[in-house]
């Protein structure tokens, strides 16, 4: 961590990948936050499916292409410093948009599996106003969570979907995720797809691209 409080860590340094409106030009903004092994290209892909005009999209590039080494039920201390630096990755993007003149509450961070649960994690991390959360197939970080997290997301709207036999995030996890946010006073829709797997569907995609489409409603 550096003197200002800004964490350098494995993540820092990594080209932000973007797409849709140029974020001069934008009204608001999507922070899109990958899974383990994949890329930043891959999930503007996926923001290329729920765009809108007006929207940019930014993707942080995990090092490696993961995030953190570990499960994220393991211990957090085990998955640093790429968690912290991942969240920093995800700071940075929201700076970005900021420096734009785009408000945070017009920025939605979108995260698929190991980029849901650092998406999660930051929200969690720094309550305050956002335009949105769509966490699919993610959710907070740590072996426990902690009994009380301190702040008020002032009715974000939060989107958790995910099977319910997903082979990386037990159901149980999705449901405590789903109640530290609400207790945050975030607007949580959480839904769980029967057989699914991991992966996104149609559904899923239906209900971020509202959640995006919301974003530039005056």
Known sequence: MSGDGRVDG????????????????????????HGRGATARGMLQLADEVYQDGVA?????????????????????RNEPGRSSGLQAISDAIDAANDAGIPTERVMLIGFSQGACLASEYLARN????????????????????????GDLEGT???????????HIP?????????????????????????MGHGINEDELGVVSGMVAALTDD
């Open 57 to 77: 999209a930014l993707a942080p590039q995990a090092a490696r292409r993961t995030w953190y080494p570990n499960s994220f039920l393991a211990p957090v201390e």
């Open 171 to 195: 159901e149980e996890r999705v449901h405590e995720t789903a109640a530290v946010l609400e207790s945050m006073n975030a607007d949580v829709t959480k839904r769980l797809y029967e057989g």
């Open 127 to 150: 309550p305050r106003r956002y335009g949105g959360l769509a966490a699919l197939s993610g959710g907070l970080i740590g072996e426990q969570l902690d009994d009380e997290y301190p």
């Open 157 to 167: 709207p939060v989107f958790l979907g995910c099977s319910d036999v997903d082979p």
């Open 10 to 33: 494995p993540h820092q340094g990594q080209q932000l990948a973007t797409s849709g409106t140029d974020l001069e030009d934008a009204e608001a903004a999507l922070v899109l936050t």
